[in-house]
């Protein structure tokens, strides 16, 4: 069965964004008028140099990134209209590029209406091409903190830990105290599970205490590691003086507004949080929406589309909105490709509650490529598999999980996929063996998925057209009275309308 991380905890911490992105999110905007100095001036000529040397979309997307953060927009025009001439440019790039002309961005599909085609294929030589281009960069400015930092970045992204670890340490040493560097240093070592190494670098930053970003990132971050930051005061004391736009204030607002809702302060939580959401980040909204969804007496957002593609892919399940959730979830995945969260709602929402299994195999292995010993995704990429009749790459995949760290939860599902892949070999004694196993864990650990088990078991009993299918599809029923997930609504629906066949199915060929 496929598996899904319940909506677990969650902390404002930094996005990991590469240095186009993070200019495009304004999470790199000056706290105030910009002041030139030399190495802004020293970092603008170098993509300057590089832009007339050798043009392509590469460069022409840092030239603009850098000249849009540091008030130039003027030196980049040619480059702005460079991407927006060639297909080929990435969404993101061309966004800036418009901005930067300021031009607006043609609707989607030509219309209002949302885009609602499935996850496309992830390639994994496309981020060895952008390794490459900035290794090539590098060459020429070995001192560029940023290029660095976008090295750590899509090493990060494509699994590849200590590489990942050794350019981000580069770029501090070249800028130990530069905003963009610290906040994509703290969520990388915390994606690392090394939160402590990631919330020491930000405690020592020198203008920790003059930047509402790096405050609302060591707030967050220590809440993420188990403690209490001690700049909680410091921080409300920069919201209480207001000398910055509420668009800086925006995720310290809500870094402090999600400790007073944990601490069971709703109405200090609901004031801080309404502030948050003045000129929000993205990171901002997504945080809300966790919030209202998990937290009682904390909610300001209500069930209306945000600017958020992860606060969006919740809302579209919670209405059971399968095609919009997926799309924003795809979305997600997109602006935050190491994370987890995005791929394995995807994958979870695309198998359980629309049968996409070609959906649900796109998500887990792309959250594979920078998560490659996560259980659940892979216990989902192995269900997939099985439901397309691809038994022996997802015996391979189940068989490559370690149970021994996984959790309960983890452990059912894969049980329930062994049965699964069993009963699709034609081996049902066996099949039904892993039913068991997944149905009694469950129920020894108070688990609502052995109740789910069941619903799946009682799916191939019906397909199979055995002798007692129907009694395990009521006893399936009545379990499932304790379901209350929008996927697994969706899932009881589906077996109540299931026609069991007459006779035996013939068992899927191994392939």
Same mark, same amino acid.
């Given at each position: 069965m496929a598996a899904i991380i319940e909506d677990r905890e969650r902390r404002v911490v930094p996005r990991l964004r590469n240095f186009e992105s993070g200019v495009r999110s304004g999470e790199l905007d000056c706290l105030r008028p910009f002041e030139a100095n030399p190495f802004s001036?020293?970092?603008?000529?170098?993509?300057?140099? &590089?832009?007339?040397?050798?043009?392509?979309?590469?460069?022409?997307?840092?030239?603009?990134?850098?000249?849009?953060? /540091?008030?130039?927009?003027?030196?980049?025009?040619?480059?702005? !209209?460079?991407? %927006?001439?060639?297909?080929?440019?990435?969404?993101?790039?061309?966004?800036?590029?418009?901005? /930067? /002309?300021?031009?607006?961005?043609?609707?989607?599909?030509?219309?209002?209406?949302?885009?609602?085609? =499935?996850?496309?294929?992830?390639?994994?030589?496309?981020?060895?091409?952008?390794?490459?281009?900035?290794?090539?960069?590098?060459?020429?400015?070995?001192?560029?903190?940023?290029?660095?930092?976008?090295l750590a970045i899509a090493y990060t992204t494509l699994g590849q830990p200590k590489q990942a670890r050794r350019a981000i340490r580069i770029a501090l040493s070249l800028a130990p105290d530069n905003r963009f560097v610290l906040r994509d240093a703290a969520r990388l070592f915390l994606h690392q599970q090394d939160g402590d190494a990631g919330h020491k670098l930000l405690v020592r930053a020198k203008n920790l205490k003059g930047d509402p970003w790096l405050l609302a990132a060591e707030i967050a971050t220590a809440g993420a590691i188990g403690k209490t930051s001690?700049? %909680?005061?410091?921080? #409300?004391?920069?919201?209480?003086?207001?000398?910055?736009?509420?668009?800086?204030?925006?995720?310290?607002?809500?870094?402090?507004?999600?400790?007073?809702?944990?601490?069971?302060?709703?109405?200090?939580?609901?004031?801080? /949080?309404? @502030?948050?959401?003045?000129?929000?980040?993205?990171?901002?909204?997504?945080q809300a929406a966790w919030l209202a969804r998990n937290v009682p007496g904390a909610a300001v957002l209500g069930a209306q589309k945000t600017i958020s593609f992860e606060a969006n892919a919740w809302l579209a399940r919670e209405a059971r909105q399968w095609r919009y959730a997926i799309l924003q979830s795809y979305h997600w995945q997109n602006d935050q490709p190491f994370s987890s969260r995005p791929a394995v709602l995807g994958s979870f929402t695309a198998c359980t509650a629309l049968e996409q299994y070609e959906d649900g195999i796109?998500?887990?292995? !792309?959250?594979?490529?920078?998560?490659? #010993?996560?259980?659940?995704?892979?216990?989902?990429?192995?269900?997939?598999?099985?439901?397309? =009749?691809?038994?022996?790459?997802?015996?391979?995949?189940?068989?490559? %999980?370690?149970?021994?760290?996984?959790?309960?939860?983890? @452990?059912?599902?894969?049980?329930?996929t062994r049965g699964l892949i069993a009963f699709r070999q034609g081996e049902l004694a066996r099949g039904r063996s892993f039913y068991r196993d997944? %149905?009694?864990?469950? *129920?020894?650990?108070? &688990?609502? +998925?052995?109740?789910?088990?069941?619903?799946?078991?009682?799916? *191939?009993?019906? +397909?199979?057209?055995?002798a007692e299918a129907e009694r395990y599809r009521q006893e399936a029923l009545a379990a499932a009275k304790m379901l209350t997930s929008p996927e697994h609504l969706a899932l009881i629906e589906r077996l109540k309308e299931y026609k069991p066949v007459s006779t035996s199915a013939p068992a899927v060929s191994v392939t």
């Open positions: 001036v020293e970092m603008l000529k170098n993509v300057l140099d &590089d832009w007339e040397s050798q043009p392509g979309i590469s460069v022409a997307a840092d030239l603009v990134s850098v000249a849009v953060t /540091l008030g130039h927009n003027n030196v980049a025009t040619d480059a702005a !209209r460079f991407l %927006i001439s060639r297909a080929e440019t990435p969404p993101a790039a061309r966004s800036l590029a418009m901005q /930067l /002309l300021g031009e607006e961005e043609p609707p989607i599909n030509g219309g209002g209406a949302a885009l609602l085609e =499935g996850p496309s294929t992830f390639v994994p030589s496309d981020l060895h091409s952008q390794i490459h281009r900035v290794r090539l960069q590098l060459h020429n400015h070995p001192l560029n903190p940023i290029l660095w930092t976008n001690q700049f %909680i005061k410091v921080g #409300q004391n920069f919201l209480d003086r207001g000398i910055v736009r509420p668009q800086h204030l925006s995720e310290l607002a809500s870094a402090i507004g999600t400790e007073e809702a944990f601490s069971g302060n709703g109405k200090g939580a609901r004031k801080l /949080l309404r @502030r948050s959401l003045e000129e929000p980040s993205e990171n901002a909204v997504a796109a998500f887990a292995k !792309r959250g594979l490529v920078s998560n490659p #010993q996560h259980a659940t995704l892979q216990n989902n990429l192995a269900f997939a598999m099985g439901h397309l =009749g691809r038994i022996t790459e997802a015996q391979r995949i189940l068989d490559q %999980i370690n149970l021994a760290t996984a959790d309960v939860s983890d @452990r059912i599902a894969v049980n329930a997944a %149905i009694a864990l469950g *129920e020894s650990h108070k &688990d609502h +998925r052995h109740a789910v088990a069941r619903l799946y078991h009682a799916f *191939e009993e019906l +397909r199979q057209g055995t």
